[in-house]
């Protein structure tokens, strides 16, 4: 645009290879945390921990997933178990009542989220803050409602999932976790990596802006609604994937354990507390949250005293106090903003 | 799992809807569903009416509603239990005890959680949902999960007979209660010296400080008073219902519902909306299955934000 | 004074319920101009300016730009078409850093990534903000960050840059550097038009003013013109006692 800057200073060149770098550094830390994850069911051969490692891998992918729209694009929802509930009903129903492989059901499944997305998006994106929040809820919570009074995907009593061969053509395994271990750890090296390749790109540069100044992004060229839309349709794709996974997985789905509230929140939850519209934030969140879970819910949750929920939210409420950017800030730089703009932030 | 209990409950209760409500729709039955809908409309109005006020105060939606809701009946409960007096005399210490719980929430959470430099709105979201399950596992700690009832109440299981039109006393109670309630915050924010400070609060936080308000203070007692409207509500449904940990969760989604139905901040809004949706609630009871009842509340809301993104009073 | 005007404000009007804010407004700003829209307060230039950014359509009236009537494009698109701003009250991305706020402004023209940081980089270096390239845009000092909208707004190569009081607030010495910068833009080609509500800082830099005054053109001519209009000093007059 201009005949005085030809070329870029050498300051910028460095700052842009720094960048890179740091690209190529998340891609090498991605390959050394798959390699232990990879040998760690070798090791630990006992079912319940290794239970424990699906449903933590399970929990990274939906909640990298969650993070696209809600960390990325700022657009926080609470009803992302409608999508999760549509994988598992979709692989699952066309699997026992046509037969058809759990694989076809899964992209089935998000390519049905991600037009449901879609569809809900068109209405739901004119509102805004918490008006949208409750829209997300209540099309969830409807979901449930029907899915409870629908025949034909089994009501209140659910579906089995017929057995067959214990195959991968199948996704069944018996007993056997370690097939489900690896299949899980696809799906969060997979969301992992379609994240890291957005964050370098228009899509997430687009979306970020539409999180921080809706306006500002408008006056550059950005179109909110479509950035939005984009941002939905791929956070309920990937979700509704995990949905087909957890299925396969459960063998049981009935609309309580896959349409639940409680999963719109474990599908936030780790990304909140990991460090929301960040990297490895959902990772980090759900490799503390879910052992937890779990955890408490066998040691101290059996006697019914309700000691599980005691450490379990007063552990959600100290890391939301403690450190409001999610435990990724123990390992990042902090944004130390100056005293005059930290004043302004207060208030908006 | 309280889950299953709370479906043969449900079970339970469409039994009954099938025996009474289902007959030939004659005037006498339209009327019993309105002011059935009406009355159940108020005392969602009065749920709501604490999200509402402190929502419009500081901007916060405390996602631990339905548990403030749930520890009220809780100490109802509680208090029947050692003092054998009747709960309606006992519903002003409950509304004592849950302002108390406010302001605590508010100076030992919220507060804290307000600070926040990042991610504010989030921090605030799960700094009260954790809170939520803390207070959940507290009632399951000290009253373990069973479903429990208070029995033998001078209101309890009477109803007033209107001309073949049958009123349950405890909802009657809780209407009036209500719009009691309502005329009591009217009164409080248009005619005190405290109602100016919370409008002025709520038009300004940063500027109020430099006319000599405390803004801390007044959120203490804005949360203080948030929590001793559903301590009344919570008062009236101990009475009514049954009290269990999870009691709060479905009441909860309802009172969020109403306030964005009404127009977040606006606390007259939602007592329309609450009436709105008790109604609602109501009429679909009877048309669709009972476990179905909350579709009509569901299709109303979305009705009306795609109409009016802000709510049907909105104009913040 | 001959050449086609790059933009055209043709009969404007805008209400807003029984108010007008702006009555009847027809400005032409010829290719290459700096043209400063002032006005005491209230006169409608802020409401004028965002009519011509495409935050709010006009009630009546016609906005063209190269001879294409955009009246009913919205920010997206002026800015597609070729119209970049700044805002009153700067809105950074906070949360993003300084190169990545530009690279925002890049990816109108480009999808690839790699070309919307190498235009950053370039646009950075020429609002001379290269040094902050990896700093959090919450992290920068007032003055900072209007300069960084000023070096998204140019990311987006626009023809027409719009400038909303990007003087307020600064001292002697950053508006001088203000200026010299507001130059150089001019040179690239850009066509510029400020809205300045301090006189004394436009009139040197602007080729042409237009005062607004009510919601009406009271006064439009060079700098030297303008400030001689008795009408004019009038208008401001009465504006300093208020204020």
């Known amino acids: ?348 | 799992m309280p889950c299953r209990e709370h479906r043969l409950l449900r079970l339970r209760v469409k039994g009954l809807a099938q025996d009474n409500g289902l007959k030939t729709m004659t005037f006498q039955a339209l009327a019993q569903i309105v002011v059935s809908g009406l009355l159940m409309g108020l005392i969602y109005a009065l749920i709501a009416a604490g999200l509402s006020l402190i929502f419009g105060l500081m901007d916060v939606v405390n996602f631990a509603h339905g548990e403030f809701l749930m520890m009220a009946m809780y100490a109802m409960f509680g208090l029947v239990l050692a003092l054998a007096v009747d709960p309606v005399l006992l519903m002003p210490i409950v509304a004592g005890l849950m302002f108390a719980l406010g302001a605590i929430v508010y100076l030992g959470v919220v507060r804290h959680a307000m600070r926040a430099k990042v991610n504010a709105g989030m921090v605030q979201v799960f700094a009260t949902f954790g809170l939520a399950i803390v207070l959940r596992g507290l009632a399951q700690l000290f009253f373990t999960p069973d479903f429990r009832s208070i029995p033998n109440t001078w209101l309890g299981g009477k109803t007033l007979n209107l001309g073949g039109i049958f009123l349950p006393w405890p909802q009657l109670f809780g209407g009036a209660v209500s719009i009691a309630a309502f005329v009591g915050l009217y009164l409080l924010i248009s005619r005190t010296d405290f109602g100016r400070a919370l409008a002025a609060t709520r038009e300004d936080a940063g500027a109020v400080a430099l006319v000599g308000i405390d803004r801390n203070k007044v959120f203490t007692i804005g949360w203080g008073l948030g929590a001793g409207l559903v301590g009344l509500a919570g008062s009236v449904m101990a009475i009514f219902f049954y009290i269990h940990p999870d009691v709060g969760g479905p009441f909860a989604l309802t009172a969020y519902v109403t306030v964005a139905l009404g127009g977040f901040g606006s606390i007259f809004g939602a007592l329309a909306a609450g009436v709105i949706i008790g109604l609602i609630e109501a009429i679909t009871a009877t048309i669709l299955p009972t476990e179905m009842k909350s579709l009509g509340i569901y299709a109303a809301y979305l009705a009306v934000v795609f109409v009016r993104p802000r709510g049907l009073f909105g104009n913040i | 004074m001959t050449a086609a005007p790059i933009l055209s404000v043709k009969n404007v009007t805008r209400r807003f319920g029984g108010l007008t804010a702006n009555s009847d407004v027809s400005i032409d700003v010829p290719q290459g101009e700096i043209l400063g829209l002032i006005g005491p307060n209230g006169a409608g230039k802020s409401t004028l300016f965002n009519i011509i950014a495409g935050a709010f359509p006009p009630s009546e009236g016609r906005i063209v730009l190269n001879g294409a009537d955009i009246t009913g494009l919205d920010a997206p698109a002026r800015c597609a078409a070729g119209i970049a701003r700044t805002f009153q009250v700067v809105k950074s991305f906070e949360s993003m850093s300084v190169i990545e706020n530009v690279m925002v402004g890049s990816f109108v023209r480009t999808a690839s990534a790699a070309e919307a940081r190498r235009k950053a980089a370039e646009v950075l270096e020429f609002v001379e903000l290269d040094g902050r390239a990896n700093a959090l845009a919450g992290e920068l000092t007032p003055p900072e960050k209007r300069r960084l909208e000023m070096a998204r707004a140019l990311a987006t190569e626009p023809k027409l840059l719009l400038l909303d009081e990007v003087m307020t607030g600064l001292t002697p010495t950053e508006a001088r550097k203000g200026v010299a910068l507001i130059r150089r833009v001019r040179e690239t080609g850009v066509t510029i038009l400020m809205v300045e509500h301090v006189m004394e800082i436009v009139m040197p830099l602007v080729d042409r003013a237009v005062v607004l005054h009510l919601g009406k053109v009271l006064s439009e001519g060079t700098p030297r013109q303008v400030v001689a209009d008795e009408a004019v000093i009038n208008a401001y007059l009465g504006d300093r006692h208020r204020a």
């Not at chain 1, 929140?265 to 052992?291: D, K, N, S």
Request: charged content about 10%.
């Open chain 1, 1 to 348: 645009m201009s005949t005085q800057s030809i070329g870029i200073a050498a300051g910028l060149a460095q700052a842009n290879d720094r960048f890179h770098a740091a690209r190529r550094r998340q891609l090498m830390t991605l390959v050394v945390v798959v390699l232990v994850i990879s040998v760690l069911p070798l090791l630990v051969k006992d079912v319940y921990l290794q239970n424990i490692m699906v449903l933590t891998l399970m929990y990274t992918a939906l909640s990298q997933s969650w993070n696209i729209l809600g960390g990325y694009c700022g657009q926080i929802s609470l009803g992302h178990a409608i999508y999760f509930g549509i994988g598992a009903y979709t692989s699952t129903l066309l699997f026992t009542k046509f037969g058809v492989s759990p694989w076809f059901g899964m992209a089935a499944g998000g390519g049905i989220a991600a037009l449901v997305a879609l569809v809900l998006g068109y209405p739901f994106f004119r509102l805004k803050g918490h008006y949208f929040t409750i829209a997300t809820i209540v099309v969830a919570e409807a979901a449930l409602v029907l899915f409870l009074s629908w025949p034909y995907a089994g009501g209140a009593l659910g579906i089995q999932l017929p057995a067959a061969a214990d195959n991968w053509a199948n996704l069944q395994f018996g007993r056997n976790k370690l097939p489900f271990i690896y299949t899980a750890l696809a799906l969060a090296t997979i969301t992992w990596l379609v994240t890291w390749k957005i964050e370098d790109s228009r899509w997430g540069y687009w979306w970020r802006a539409v999180k921080d100044n809706p306006e500002a992004a408008e006056s550059l060229g950005v179109v909110i609604f479509n950035s939005k839309m984009a941002a939905a349709a791929l956070s309920a794709f990937f979700v509704a994937v995990g949905g087909s996974f957890y299925a396969q997985f459960v063998a049981y789905i009935d609309p309580d354990s896959v349409l639940n509230f409680h999963f719109s929140l474990l599908f936030a939850l780790p990304a909140v507390l990991g460090g929301i519209g960040t990297l490895w934030g959902p990772a980090l969140g759900a490799i503390i949250l879910i052992p937890l879970t779990e955890f408490t819910r066998s040691y101290a949750g059996g006697s019914g005293q309700g000691i599980d929920l005691i450490i379990y939210g007063a552990l959600i409420m100290l890391i939301a106090l403690w450190k409001p950017e999610g435990l990724i800030g123990f390992f990042v730089r902090q944004p130390k903003p100056l005293p005059a703009s930290a004043d302004e932030g207060a208030h908006s």
